[in-house]
């Protein structure tokens, strides 16, 4: 099992993922599709041609966040979390596209005991996105309810 429990976290703590992934165009319009969103801007490209700053398609930023948070789970809380209590901050301060590829950083920011779940306690990660020329194209925090050592 590789994730950490509750008391192997420290505030500072940094992980650098070692999976990279390159986003595709199936990766975009299947999770688009999936997911019901109808945005002309992940789904025409046409449109993005002739009708924005961008001038291709971008790709789901609720992909990018998923393919972030997910990314971090093999390094952090396989096996060892309870649940996602929350996400906050979330921002992507440079769009996506096809063809780009992501790499991960995770960084341990809070450390919280819980009162009400002592067998639990609650690790704040704040998760990073960049792409293959260091922009940083995505960044939130997670809260996470996390199992602590068996006795």
Not at 20 to 35: A, G, I, L, Q, S
Not at 64 to 71: A, C, H, I, N, R
Request: net charge negative.
């Amino acid at each position: 099992m590789p994730g950490l429990y509750f008391e192997e976290f420290h505030v500072g703590q940094t992980f650098d993922h070692p999976i990279r992934r390159t986003v595709t165009e199936t990766d975009n319009v299947m999770f688009t599709t999936m997911t019901h969103n109808p945005a002309l801007l992940h789904l025409d490209e046409e449109y993005c041609r002739t009708q924005t700053e961008f001038g291709q398609r971008i790709v789901n930023s609720c992909f990018t966040l998923s393919v972030m948070v997910g990314v971090s789970v093999y390094d952090t809380t396989l096996g060892t979390t309870v649940g996602n209590l929350g996400w906050d901050e979330v921002r992507f301060p440079k769009p996506v596209f096809h063809g780009d590829t992501l790499n991960f950083q995770t960084e341990v920011v809070e450390l919280r005991e819980t009162k009400s779940r002592p067998q639990n306690g609650i690790v704040i990660f704040a998760h990073r996105a960049y792409n293959q020329r260091g922009e940083l194209v995505a960044s939130c925090k997670r809260t996470g309810l996390m199992l602590r050592k068996p006795a």
